[in-house]
C-alpha cells in the first residue's frame, strides 16, 4: 500500500525507541499507509524544544512527562496526551566504581532495592557529616520517570532526594563520560548507557528499573490533544503500527538484527553487542558477573503498550508527594481528572479494534499487586498481566490519591 500520510516523531537514544525505529526501517508504517519520520534529539528536554518549534506530530518522552503537562507544570507545553505505552522496563541504576565500594561495605546486596536503599541513605549521611558534597546523579530530564523511581527507591531509606543528594538532568549518551569524569556519582537512564559505562571498568550497575517496579512503562508516544482530535484515522493506523513493531521487537528471533538496526549512526550509535544485553535480560553489573534480569524490558505482551490511568496517577501522587505541583491539588478533582486523562486508553483500544489485539476492559488497577503473571478479562480474549509488584512490597490504590502520594 502506498503511503498517504505523514508523521514526524521526534526521539532520543535510549533502547526505548526500539518501536519507532523499528515502525519505520522494517516497513510497518507502509502496511498502514503511513510515512513514519524520526528525527533524533540527544535528551527528552531537547525533545520538547524541539516541540516547540511546532515541525513534530509526536514524541518519545518519559511517561511521566504528559501527567505534567496535564497539570500545567513549569517548562511543560500544554495538552500532551499519551495514547501508547512504547516500552516497559529497560533502564539500570549505574554508580562509580568508588561509590559502589562504599556502598558494599554499607551492606548493599546487588540488585536488591531495599538494600541499595539504605547503602545510599548511610552513605549520605556520612558524607554530610563529613561536610563533603552530596551524592549527585543524573536523569534525563528532572520530571522524568527515572525521578520518581529513584525518589521512591531512595525515599524508603527516609532519604529526601531534594535534599540529601541531587539530581541534575544530562543527554543519556552523555552520562558515562560524566561519571568517568567524576561530574556525577550515578546515574538512572535507559540503556545502553549503564552497559557501556561497567564495560569501560569505571563503573556498576547496581539494580534496575525491573527490580524497582515490575513492568512499569518507561517511554511513551507523545503528542497533542488537539491533533489527536483532529486526526482520528491516521492516529489509529499509527497506533497499530506501533503495536506491531512492537510485537516484532519482542520476538527472540529477532534479537540480533534488532540490535543490528539499533547501533546505527542515526539511532543509539554504538556497537551492537552493548544493545544485546537490554534485549536479552543478561544485564552486566560488572565486566566479570552478569545480573539475569527477566523481565528487564518489553515492548509487547501483557498489555505492555496499555497507557493505564491508574500509572498516570501514581506519577501524580509523587509529584504531589515530592512538591512538584501545588499541595492543592491533592484535593482537586480537576486536577486529578487531568492526570488521569494524560493517558488515553480510549484512543488504544479504538484503534486495537481491526486487529483484535486483546486490550484490558478496564483503564486502572491496583499497581503493585501482581507477584506472577495473572489471567485476566480482556477484549476479544483472555490477556496475561503482571507481574507489577513494586520492591517494597505496597500497593496504590489511584482511588485512594491521597494515601498512594506517601506511598
Same mark, same amino acid.
Given at each position: ?37 524520526? *528525527? ?40 500532551? *496526551?499519551?495514547? +501508547? ?25 546487588? =540488585? ?35 525521578? +520518581? ?6 525515599? $524508603? ?13 544530562? $543527554? ?14 550515578? +546515574?538512572?537512564?535507559?540503556? =545502553? ?12 550497575? %547496581? ?12 517511554? *511513551?508516544?507523545?503528542? $497533542? ?25 519482542? $520476538?527472540?528471533?529477532? %534479537? ?60 501524580? #501522587? ?37 486487529? +483484535?489485539?486483546? *486490550? ?18 480482556? #477484549? ?17 490504590? =489511584? ?7 506517601? #506511598?
Amino acid at each position: 500500500m502506498a503511503a498517504s500520510k505523514s508523521f514526524k516523531a521526534g526521539f532520543s537514544p535510549t533502547i526505548d525507541c526500539a518501536v519507532l525505529v523499528v515502525a519505520a526501517e522494517k516497513g510497518f508504517d507502509t502496511d498502514e499507509g503511513l510515512s513514519l519520520e524520526l *528525527v533524533k534529539k540527544p535528551s527528552a528536554s531537547d525533545l520538547l524544544v524541539a516541540w516547540g518549534a511546532g515541525d513534530l506530530h509526536g514524541l518519545h518522552l518519559p511517561a511521566s512527562l504528559p501527567v505534567a503537562s496535564a497539570l500545567g507544570l513549569p517548562d511543560m507545553p500544554a495538552d500532551l *496526551v499519551a495514547p +501508547f505505552v512504547l516500552a516497559t522496563g529497560g533502564a539500570t541504576l549505574t554508580v562509580s566504581q568508588i561509590l559502589h565500594d562504599d556502598l558494599a561495605e554499607q551492606g548493599m546486596k546487588i =540488585p536488591d532495592p531495599a538494600t541499595v536503599a539504605r547503602a545510599v541513605a548511610r552513605v549520605a549521611a556520612s558524607r554530610q557529616i563529613a561536610k563533603l558534597k552530596p551524592l549527585v546523579f543524573a536523569v534525563e530530564h528532572l520530571l522524568a520517570v527515572s525521578v +520518581f523511581e529513584l525518589r521512591y527507591l531512595l525515599g $524508603s531509606a527516609h532519604l529526601h532526594t531534594d535534599r540529601d543528594v541531587t539530581m541534575v538532568a544530562a $543527554s543519556p549518551a552523555d552520562m558515562p563520560d560524566m561519571l568517568e569524569a567524576g561530574e556525577i556519582d550515578g +546515574f538512572y537512564v535507559g540503556e =545502553p548507557y549503564g552497559s557501556t559505562a561497567v564495560l569501560r571498568g569505571t563503573a556498576r550497575i %547496581i539494580t534496575t528499573k525491573s527490580h524497582i517496579w515490575q513492568n512499569a512503562p518507561e517511554k *511513551v508516544l507523545a503528542l $497533542s490533544r488537539d491533533w489527536a482530535s483532529a486526526q482520528p484515522a491516521t492516529l489509529e493506523a499509527l497506533l497499530r503500527v506501533l503495536y506491531r513493531a512492537g510485537e516484532w521487537c519482542s $520476538s527472540h528471533a529477532n %534479537i540480533e538484527e534488532l540490535a543490528g538496526i539499533l547501533s546505527a549512526p542515526h539511532y543509539l550509535d554504538v556497537d551492537g553487542d552493548l544493545i544485546l544485553p537490554a534485549l536479552t535480560g543478561y544485564i552486566s553489573h560488572s565486566p566479570a558477573r552478569m545480573l539475569e534480569c527477566p523481565g528487564f524490558f518489553s515492548t509487547s505482551g501483557k498489555a505492555a503498550n496499555f497507557p493505564w490511568q491508574s500509572q498516570a496517577l501514581w506519577f501524580f #501522587s509523587q509529584m504531589l508527594r515530592w512538591k512538584d505541583c501545588p499541595p492543592e491539588f491533592a484535593e482537586d478533582a480537576k486536577a486529578y481528572e487531568a492526570a488521569c486523562q494524560a493517558f488515553r486508553p480510549d484512543l488504544f483500544r479504538k484503534a486495537m479494534k481491526p486487529i +483484535f489485539a486483546p *486490550v484490558p476492559a478496564a483503564n486502572m488497577k491496583l499497581e503493585g499487586t501482581l507477584q506472577v503473571p495473572v489471567h485476566v478479562g480482556a #477484549s476479544r480474549s483472555d490477556l496475561i498481566l503482571g507481574p507489577d509488584a513494586f520492591f517494597d512490597g505496597r500497593i496504590f490504590d =489511584p482511588e485512594k490519591l491521597g494515601a498512594g502520594s506517601e #506511598s
